[in-house]
């Protein structure tokens, strides 16, 4: 009797439990409800973007001009600094080194200069003088035998050869007198003003490349292209600094006296913004927390979209416009890089195909 009545009941159980398995494994799952509220519109027609705040000079990535160790870092996040001011420093030894080397060759090549422009030397111009003095006393001596023997009355008392030579050797004197002359005429004409020339050129080239070496090792040393806050430091003195455009910037830094939102409006919708409408921002999450936007521009080109949400039915190919407005509101707590919710109030002239 215990076998004939437990088993078919244990089977109706096992059956009821299945059956009642299945029924909950049949039921729709509850919607789990979202983190955070989602913003509600303050606009009754509106055009719907995602906005990441940055700064109002856009956000700067800072880089390397050369790969190079880095010897030290200047500044924080959160730092303000002025435009110019000492961002990180590379190593600069090695054009230290040449540094030296381009200024010794330029202070050889100014003394070189200097010497051309001192002439003539004193001590050049007496010797020459001196020795103008001698040749014109030697002419003067030789022209004075020469006449002698010239004024003989006797013509059978002085032999033709010897009255030549007398001659010849005044001529000679007077010739070396004349060259004597010239040596001391060019000494005290000082340098050759194509020799000056050469000189001051290779001065000039000198200080060039004096100038160069010293320019590589200003560019070592990177600035702030603009003033602003330093928002990122991602380098350490220590660290080699790679050249070049990084997926990560060393520095990133911007203007932060003013916030701007970079709204990405779907280009499906963006002939529905005017730069005239009215726009509201809301921070994700915080959806009490808004701010109304001032428009500040359209990004003329239109880029592939690049913030994504994961959405099983999201496109990935579309483009979208990007429009820049203005944070009115100072005191909302806004950080570089927060999302918003942003909406763009669709003005009549929008819908009815009116233009921008």
């Not at 080239?205 to 004096?210: K, L, M, Y």
């Not at 701010?291 to 483009?319: H, I, Q």
Request: glycine share 6%.
């Amino acid at each position: 009797m215990f076998r004939k009545y437990l088993l078919p009941l244990l089977a109706l159980l096992g059956a009821a439990f299945a059956l009642k398995t299945v029924v909950a494994g049949a039921a729709p799952a509850p919607i789990a409800p979202p983190v955070a509220a989602p913003a509600i519109p303050p606009f009754e027609r509106f055009v719907a973007g995602a906005g990441l705040v940055e700064a109002s000079s856009e956000n700067v990535a800072i880089g390397a001009p050369s790969g190079g160790l880095v010897v030290a870092v200047d500044v924080a996040v959160g730092d303000e600094v002025a435009a110019g001011a000492p961002l990180f420093r590379l190593d600069a030894r090695s054009l230290a080194a040449e540094l030296a080397v381009r200024e010794a060759a330029l202070a050889t090549s100014e003394a070189r200069l200097e010497r051309l422009l001192q002439l003539p030397r004193a001590e050049d111009v007496a010797p020459l003088a001196a020795r103008v003095a001698e040749a014109a006393s030697a002419l003067a001596d030789a022209s004075d035998e020469s006449a002698r023997w010239e004024s003989v009355g006797d013509p059978r008392a002085v032999a033709p050869e010897l009255l030549a030579r007398k001659r010849f050797a005044a001529e000679t004197a007077r010739t070396r007198l004349a060259a004597a002359e010239a040596e001391l005429a060019r000494a005290q004409a000082g340098a050759w003003a194509p020799d000056l020339a050469i000189a001051r050129a290779e001065v000039a080239a000198a200080s060039a490349e004096r100038d160069a070496v010293a320019v590589e090792i200003e560019r070592l040393t990177v600035r702030a292209p603009v003033a602003g806050t330093v928002l990122q430091v991602k380098v350490r003195a220590g660290e080699y600094a790679p050249a070049g455009a990084l997926a990560q910037p060393l520095l990133l830094m911007g203007s932060l006296a003013t916030r701007h939102v970079r709204v990405d409006i779907d280009e499906n919708d963006a002939w529905r913004v005017r730069a005239t409408a009215r726009a509201h921002g809301h921070l994700r999450g915080r959806r009490e927390l808004e701010t109304p936007l001032a428009f500040v521009r359209f990004e003329p080109y239109v880029v592939p979209k690049r913030s994504l949400t994961g959405d099983a039915n999201e496109r990935v190919d579309t483009r979208v416009l990007q429009v820049i407005y203005r944070v009115e509101k100072g005191d909302l707590p806004l950080f570089v890089g927060q999302q918003l919710d942003v909406f763009v109030e669709e003005t009549g002239d929008a819908a009815a195909g009116g233009g921008r």
